[in-house]
């Protein structure tokens, strides 16, 4: 196997952050995938709930039951299994979220760059403009314009995620196309599009794993922000951030454990993805070496 | 200079204009704010007439024209929920939100600059690690659960600070502030902490690149060469340098605190502006969203066109085009 032998993995392999952070992003895959199969219970199906179980505290506390790792909520609803279930959503939005706004944000940096002129100019405008507003006010505004609903939300935040790879491509792509390649491709009478499929887009992909890699723990904090706001999801697919804001109505009659721990899952999951991108970032770039 | 002043006074118009064009067109097409008006019970005529005196049956660009001509003249609207004009609502809980803001960024840049400053001079220290992994958890962490964690451990728990709410104020120079007392001091620490945690962590790695990228640099050999103190070299001839990228994005971070605030507001009940554009969002309150958004927008604008000019005056390098 060359990649075991490769300098990328001899460096991950020593680098404790990295091998930290894509650990946390292993666990979060796993939990994201086989949750449902983790857990007995469904926290979303009335008939499984018993009112009997709610509001027990954690394990390790007095009264805790085992059947309930990390306690229970008004419902009677398992805190661990719905965390699972929380985590699918708000890793699901980040996820396509990010390559929504990646492959819109590429296009747009494609053609601004190569073409150059008034689209240019309109596009970059436009970038300019949502980049001197923070993305959170803007996706806020936005949802509190459409509703709720994870379909809006993935809108919203492909509306504002955009932005950072059509600057980013439309920069590579601007000294990409000076290149002798580029110009070769051109005189061989290659039509544009083949050449920004062919030629260009690959040398001006690297740039944003990086980007791609922040942005999916950026989207999981935003979301969670507006479903705290109740902007966000709706009540019948509670992200992460949703559990946080249904645990905090309660969190004034000492009921800490119904938003504390979807919180710590929201930061071991955004914690680990921030790590391993800044390991990607120290690799990828070439200045550093 | 005076080209360039005029130059970014019309971008800075077009950017407000653009702005209200999108607000305006995001606001029309969600809802309908005549259901906001009239009572329940209201009859087709009634409905009819509120649409009319709202301007709502009329066409979109006239409307369009309705509402920026009546930006342009100070007419700003009027609450649907308070009945009150929405400009009024919104400045009269400003200076509690500018309060805020203001404690949460100089806690952040005092915490920040030092530690960033030490990290970046010591990069393989284990301080300057578990200072960096402190700093990634601190933009790792969504801010509203670390004030709902402040309040349970702090207010609920302990009950050594007040979970919600603005302590007392007193008036300076015309304002209702409440630094100038003890009991504001008191109810404003939590939600400060918790609105600085994000801007600290990211002043922090700002401050440490910088800081290893001026450390390369020959006057900082040359510093340490003639004999300067650490202490000297670090802060007379690193820091400052090393602060130029810190200072642009100072004013995208203010931005960030302001529309944080929001959130912030809404866990410990803070009086302030961003509240209010929460409370006004649950009730449709359109009117002041509109004023809320345009307001802030040209807060944003100021503030980056600052940051422009006090780049020119802190690195002589950089003239303004």
Same mark, same amino acid.
């Given at each position: 196997m060359s990649f075991l032998r490769s300098e990328f993995f001899y460096n991950y392999r020593r680098s404790t952050s990295a091998v930290i952070g894509s650990a946390l992003m292993a666990g979060f895959a796993v939990a994201v995938i086989a949750g449902p199969f983790l857990v007995a219970q469904d926290p979303y199906d009335i008939a499984a709930l018993n009112l009997m179980d709610s509001y027990k505290p954690p394990v390790w506390l007095e009264g805790g039951d085992p059947q309930f790792p990390l306690g229970t909520d008004g419902q009677g609803r398992d805190v661990w299994a719905s965390i699972l279930y929380g +985590?699918?959503?708000?890793?699901?939005?980040?996820?396509?979220?990010?390559?929504?706004?990646?492959?819109?944000?590429?296009?747009?940096?494609?053609? +601004?760059?190569?073409?150059?002129?008034?689209?240019?100019?309109?596009?970059?405008?436009? +970038?300019?403009?949502?980049?001197? &507003?923070?993305?959170?006010?803007? #996706?806020? &505004?936005?949802?509190? #314009?459409v509703g709720t609903g994870i379909d809006k939300v993935l809108i919203a935040l492909t509306a504002v995620g955009w932005v950072v790879y059509a600057r980013t491509v439309r920069g590579s792509t601007l000294s990409e196309i000076k290149k002798e390649y580029v110009q070769a491709a051109k005189v061989a009478g290659l039509p544009n599009t083949a050449i920004?499929?062919?030629?260009?887009?690959?040398?001006?992909?690297?740039?944003?794993?990086?980007? +791609?890699?922040?942005?999916?723990?950026?989207?999981?904090?935003?979301? #969670?922000?507006?479903? &705290?706001?109740?902007?966000?999801?709706?009540?019948?697919?509670?992200?992460?951030?949703?559990?946080?804001?249904?645990?905090f109505d309660v969190l004034f009659s000492g009921l800490w454990w119904t938003s504390v721990f979807p919180g710590v899952a929201i930061m071991m999951l955004v914690f680990g993805i921030n790590l391993f991108g800044d390991f990607l970032r120290d690799e990828l770039n070439p200045r550093l070496k | 200079m005076l080209g360039y002043l005029l130059k970014r006074l019309f971008q800075m118009l077009l950017v407000l204009w653009v702005v209200s064009l999108v607000v305006f067109l995001m606001m029309s097409f969600t809802g309908d704010p005549v259901f906001m008006i009239v009572p329940i019970d209201a009859t087709d005529s009634e409905i009819e007439q509120a649409r009319r005196i709202l301007?709502?049956?009329?066409?979109? *660009?006239?409307?369009?024209?309705?509402?920026?001509?009546?930006?342009?003249?100070?007419?700003?609207?009027?609450s649907y929920v308070f009945r009150q004009p929405a400009m009024a609502l919104i400045l009269e809980r400003m200076p509690a939100t500018i309060e805020m803001v203001v404690v949460a960024m100089v806690l952040a840049v005092v915490v920040a600059i030092p530690l960033g400053v030490y990290a970046g001079a010591n990069p393989n220290g284990r301080l300057s690690r578990m200072i960096m992994a402190g700093s990634l958890l601190g933009i790792s962490l969504p801010g509203f659960w670390v004030g709902m964690v402040l309040i349970?451990? !702090?207010?609920?728990?302990?009950?050594?600070? *007040?979970?919600?709410?603005?302590?007392?104020?007193?008036?300076?120079?015309?304002?209702?502030?409440?630094?100038?007392?003890?009991?504001?001091?008191?109810?404003?620490?939590?939600?400060?902490?918790?609105?600085?945690?994000?801007?600290?962590?990211?002043?922090?790695?700002?401050?440490?690149?910088?800081?290893?990228?001026?450390?390369?640099?020959?006057?900082?050999?040359?510093?340490?060469?003639?004999?300067?103190?650490?202490?000297?070299?670090?802060?007379?001839?690193?820091?400052?340098?090393?602060?130029?990228?810190?200072?642009?994005?100072?004013?995208?971070?203010?931005?960030?605190?302001?529309?944080?605030?929001?959130?912030?507001?809404?866990? !410990?009940?803070?009086?302030?502006?961003?509240?209010?554009?929460?409370?006004?969002?649950?009730?449709a309150d359109r009117p002041v969203i509109v004023v809320y958004l345009m307001l802030v927008a040209l807060i944003f604008v100021v503030i980056n066109f600052l940051v422009d000019i006090i780049y020119t005056l802190i690195d002589p390098r950089i003239t303004l085009k």
């Amino acid at each position: 196997m060359s990649f075991l032998r490769s300098e990328f993995f001899y460096n991950y392999r020593r680098s404790t952050s990295a091998v930290i952070g894509s650990a946390l992003m292993a666990g979060f895959a796993v939990a994201v995938i086989a949750g449902p199969f983790l857990v007995a219970q469904d926290p979303y199906d009335i008939a499984a709930l018993n009112l009997m179980d709610s509001y027990k505290p954690p394990v390790w506390l007095e009264g805790g039951d085992p059947q309930f790792p990390l306690g229970t909520d008004g419902q009677g609803r398992d805190v661990w299994a719905s965390i699972l279930y929380g +985590a699918r959503i708000s890793v699901f939005i980040g996820l396509v979220a990010m390559i929504a706004s990646c492959t819109i944000g590429t296009f747009l940096g494609l053609v +601004a760059g190569f073409y150059g002129g008034i689209v240019d100019s309109v596009i970059m405008r436009i +970038a300019d403009i949502q980049l001197s &507003f923070p993305s959170i006010l803007i #996706a806020l &505004f936005l949802m509190s #314009a459409v509703g709720t609903g994870i379909d809006k939300v993935l809108i919203a935040l492909t509306a504002v995620g955009w932005v950072v790879y059509a600057r980013t491509v439309r920069g590579s792509t601007l000294s990409e196309i000076k290149k002798e390649y580029v110009q070769a491709a051109k005189v061989a009478g290659l039509p544009n599009t083949a050449i920004i499929r062919k030629h260009v887009l690959p040398n001006v992909l690297t740039p944003l794993i990086v980007i +791609a890699t922040i942005q999916v723990g950026t989207f999981v904090l935003i979301e #969670a922000s507006l479903s &705290f706001l109740g902007v966000g999801v709706p009540i019948t697919q509670p992200s992460l951030g949703l559990l946080i804001k249904n645990g905090f109505d309660v969190l004034f009659s000492g009921l800490w454990w119904t938003s504390v721990f979807p919180g710590v899952a929201i930061m071991m999951l955004v914690f680990g993805i921030n790590l391993f991108g800044d390991f990607l970032r120290d690799e990828l770039n070439p200045r550093l070496k | 200079m005076l080209g360039y002043l005029l130059k970014r006074l019309f971008q800075m118009l077009l950017v407000l204009w653009v702005v209200s064009l999108v607000v305006f067109l995001m606001m029309s097409f969600t809802g309908d704010p005549v259901f906001m008006i009239v009572p329940i019970d209201a009859t087709d005529s009634e409905i009819e007439q509120a649409r009319r005196i709202l301007g709502l049956d009329k066409s979109l *660009p006239v409307q369009y024209w309705i509402f920026i001509s009546s930006l342009l003249q100070g007419d700003f609207g009027q609450s649907y929920v308070f009945r009150q004009p929405a400009m009024a609502l919104i400045l009269e809980r400003m200076p509690a939100t500018i309060e805020m803001v203001v404690v949460a960024m100089v806690l952040a840049v005092v915490v920040a600059i030092p530690l960033g400053v030490y990290a970046g001079a010591n990069p393989n220290g284990r301080l300057s690690r578990m200072i960096m992994a402190g700093s990634l958890l601190g933009i790792s962490l969504p801010g509203f659960w670390v004030g709902m964690v402040l309040i349970y451990l !702090f207010a609920v728990h302990w009950g050594i600070f *007040p979970s919600s709410g603005r302590g007392d104020t007193a008036e300076v120079f015309g304002l209702r502030i409440s630094l100038a007392t003890w009991d504001g001091w008191h109810h404003i620490a939590l939600p400060a902490i918790t609105l600085s945690l994000g801007t600290m962590a990211i002043l922090l790695r700002m401050t440490r690149a910088g800081m290893m990228e001026v450390a390369r640099q020959d006057y900082m050999k040359f510093a340490r060469a003639k004999g300067a103190t650490r202490h000297d070299v670090l802060y007379k001839h690193g820091l400052k340098n090393a602060l130029i990228p810190v200072v642009t994005i100072f004013g995208l971070q203010l931005g960030d605190l302001i529309a944080f605030a929001t959130i912030t507001e809404t866990i !410990f009940s803070w009086p302030g502006m961003g509240k209010l554009l929460i409370d006004s969002i649950y009730r449709a309150d359109r009117p002041v969203i509109v004023v809320y958004l345009m307001l802030v927008a040209l807060i944003f604008v100021v503030i980056n066109f600052l940051v422009d000019i006090i780049y020119t005056l802190i690195d002589p390098r950089i003239t303004l085009k």
